[in-house]
Nanobody, 119 residues
């Protein structure tokens, strides 16, 4: 069984910063892929950033230069550093991990953490 725990969301003023984290625990072999997605009210869930086990990243154009994804393989944790936050960044943020259990890889989602950017 695999558990994901997200933390770090909250209310921040425009221009502020937040750091999200998502930690995986349980019985698994490895986590090849880690990523963050977000969903704003009335909108579809969208990709924010992904990172491979080797550290290769992919970041959405809307957050490029402001958000940075990173991972700590020893802690099975992925982070999202969010700087220069804008009101349009307001959304529920979800981590998504591709986890190898046995010989298969499964996609796991975190419970979501609310990020609200408002003055």
């Amino acid at each position: 069984q695999v558990q994901l725990v997200e933390s770090g969301g909250g209310l921040v003023q425009p221009g502020g910063s937040l750091r999200l984290s998502c930690a995986a625990s349980g019985s698994f072999f490895s986590i090849p892929a880690m990523g963050w997605y977000r969903q704003a009210p009335g909108k579809q869930r969208e990709l924010v950033a992904t990172i491979t086990m080797g550290g290769t990243t992919n970041t959405a154009d809307s957050v490029k230069g402001r958000f940075t994804i990173s991972r700590d393989n020893a802690k099975n944790t992925v982070y999202l550093q969010m700087n220069s936050l804008k009101p349009e960044d307001t959304a529920v943020y979800y981590c998504n991990l591709g986890i190898v259990v046995g010989v298969s890889e499964y996609a796991y989602w975190g419970q979501g953490t609310q990020v609200t950017v408002s003055s």
